[in-house]
Structures are given as structure tokens and as C-alpha cells.
């Protein structure tokens, strides 16, 4: 049996469905594997950067750890030299206030001793004013002749003359 015209144009715009559809899924198939391509390209280039930011993050990690353990290190060193100013600043304190005592005592003496010898200068200053005061209640002084009298008796004893 030979096949018919019509089965024959059937077979024909079959066989040419099937070719253009073969063409385009050819093309699509092309143009989703250059899409995958750019996606893997772009997977990469993305894996890279997470890689790149992994890095860095342990970077700034490491990088922040040291600075606290620096920072509680001096944190450590200021409190331990702070505590050592502070007990200098006290002995020195100690020293001053012991130094102002025996200066104050020094000081307490000499205004005693002062105040007794100003004593002892005021007794002798009183007894010499006592001493000074029997003289002149002793002392005696000489009646003036008058003088009219002297006038009248040099008068006199030149008159005779």
C-alpha cells in the first residue's frame, strides 16, 4: 500500500513541526545553558565574595579580640599604676603630716622657750623699775633758793662794794 497524498503531506508538515520544534528547543537549550553559564558565573563570582568576606570577618574578629585583650591589659596597667600613685601619694602624705608634727613641735618649743625667756625678761624689767622706783622715791632733790632773794642779796653785796 502506498500512502496516501495527504499522509504523505501529513508526514512532511510533521516532520517539519518536529524540526522547528527541534530548532527551537535546540535555541532555548542553548540560551538556558549560556543562562546557567552567567549563573555559575555570577555563583562564583558570589562564592568568592563570601569567601573574601568570611576572611575579612575573621580579620575584624581576630583583630577586635586583640584590641580587647589589649584594652583589659591596660585597663590592668592603669589600675595597677593608679593603686601605685595612690599608695605613693599616701606615704608621701605620711611623710608631709609627720614633717609638719616634728616642724610644729620644733615651732611649740621655741614659743616656749620664748615665752619664758620673755617672762624672765618682764621679772627683771619689773624688779629693775622697782629698783628704779626706791631711787627716785630716795632721791631728794634740793630746794631752790628764790630768786628774788638772790636778785636782792647780789644787789647788796654789790652795792657794798
Known amino acids: 500500500m502506498k500512502p496516501s497524498r495527504y499522509l504523505r ?3 512532511t508538515y510533521e516532520q517539519l513541526a518536529k524540526e522547528q520544534e527541534l530548532a527551537r528547543l535546540t ?6 545553558a549560556e ?3 552567567r549563573c555559575n558565573r555570577q555563583i562564583k563570582a558570589s562564592n568568592e565574595q563570601l569567601l573574601q568576606l568570611k576572611q575579612r570577618y575573621t580579620s575584624l574578629i581576630n583583630e577586635l579580640s586583640m584590641r580587647e585583650k589589649a584594652a583589659e591589659q591596660i585597663s590592668r596597667l592603669a589600675l595597677r599604676e593608679a593603686n601605685t ?3 605613693t601619694a599616701k606615704g608621701n602624705a605620711d611623710l608631709i603630716v609627720k614633717e609638719a608634727l616634728v616642724q610644729a613641735k620644733a615651732v611649740f618649743l621655741e614659743i616656749n622657750r620664748l615665752t619664758k625667756e620673755t617672762t624672765d625678761a618682764k621679772e627683771q624689767i619689773q624688779s629693775k623699775l622697782l629698783q628704779m622706783n626706791g631711787l627716785l622715791d630716795s632721791f631728794k632733790i634740793p630746794e631752790t633758793p628764790d630768786l628774788d632773794e638772790i636778785i636782792q642779796n647780789t644787789k647788796k653785796t654789790h652795792d657794798e662794794h
Open 27 to 32: 535555541e532555548e537549550n542553548a540560551r538556558l
Open 35 to 37: 543562562q546557567i553559564k
Open 85 to 87: 600613685v595612690i599608695e
Open 9 to 11: 503531506r501529513l508526514g
